[in-house]
T-cell receptor, first 114, second 113 residues
Framework: GPKVLQIPSHQIIDMGQMVTLNCDPV?????FYWYKQILGQQMEFLVN????????KSKLFKDQFSVERPDGSYFTLKIQPTALEDSAVYFC????????????FGSGTRLLVI | GDSVTQTEGQVALSEEDFLTIHCNYS??????LFWYVQYPGEGPQLLFR?????EKGSSRGFEATYDKGTTSFHLRKASVQESDSAVYYC????????????FGGGTRLTVRP
């Protein structure tokens, strides 16, 4: 079936540096999401995005986080500056209708902040 | 806010055993309920969902019934296989476009051959 691709699959970065996580969503999808999963813990919603705007963000979506999808390219999550507690697996998801029948997750980017 | 509780953090079974993973939810509205499965190195994949009270979702021999009275959506399978070993997540969402998923803590299922 259609896939969401996440690039890179792994990233190690020094604390305080900027990192950009890239997501190539399913080609005709319109709604985009980021989730965060700390090792051994549950998946938690960060933000969703539609028509160039953030629809909703959680308390985990700190001021240092930002998302964008310029001109139909990658949907990106930028963290600037990074902190140790940002170490986690970040999952991107996309859907066409915003409903649940076609909600597709990527395989995640494993971010380690040292 | 909304929340999902999975009672079992880990379950270890032998092939052909019966599986139950308990899921209870708390939500202000009338959510859609989901079961997702996650294999190592991959993102969650939808097993099935249910949107109405008493609706049964099923896939690959797994099933769960939406119970609004007990706010539960327990996952069951009559006879597990080694290939079912994975992490299973119960989740809920409201029915607005672009709505977020709220996940439970996950249950790691290990099936011995």
């Amino acid at each position: 079936g259609p896939k969401v691709l996440q690039i890179p699959s792994h990233q190690i970065i020094d604390m305080g540096q900027m990192v950009t996580l890239n997501c190539d969503p399913v080609s005709n999808h319109l709604y985009f999401y980021w989730y965060k999963q700390i090792l051994g813990q549950q998946m938690e919603f960060l933000v969703n995005f539609y028509n160039g705007k953030v629809m909703e963000k959680s308390k985990l979506f700190k001021d240092q986080f930002s998302v964008e999808r310029p001109d139909g390219s990658y949907f990106t999550l930028k963290i600037q500056p990074t902190a140790l507690e940002d170490s986690a697996v970040y999952f991107c998801a996309s859907s066409l209708t915003g409903g649940h029948s076609d909600y597709t997750f990527g395989s995640g980017t494993r971010l380690l902040v040292i | 806010g909304d929340s999902v509780t999975q009672t079992e953090g880990q379950v270890a079974l032998s092939e052909e055993d019966f599986l139950t993973i308990h899921c209870n939810y708390s939500a202000s509205g009338y959510p859609t309920l989901f079961w997702y499965v996650q294999y190592p190195g991959e993102g969650p994949q939808l097993l099935f969902r249910a949107s109405r009270d008493k609706e049964k979702g099923s896939s690959r021999g797994f099933e769960a019934t939406y119970d609004k009275g007990t706010t539960s959506f327990h996952l069951r399978k009559a006879s597990v296989q080694e290939s079912d070993s994975a992490v299973y997540y119960c989740a809920l969402s409201d029915n607005n476009a672009g709505a977020k998923l709220t996940f439970g803590g996950g249950t790691r299922l290990t099936v011995r051959p």
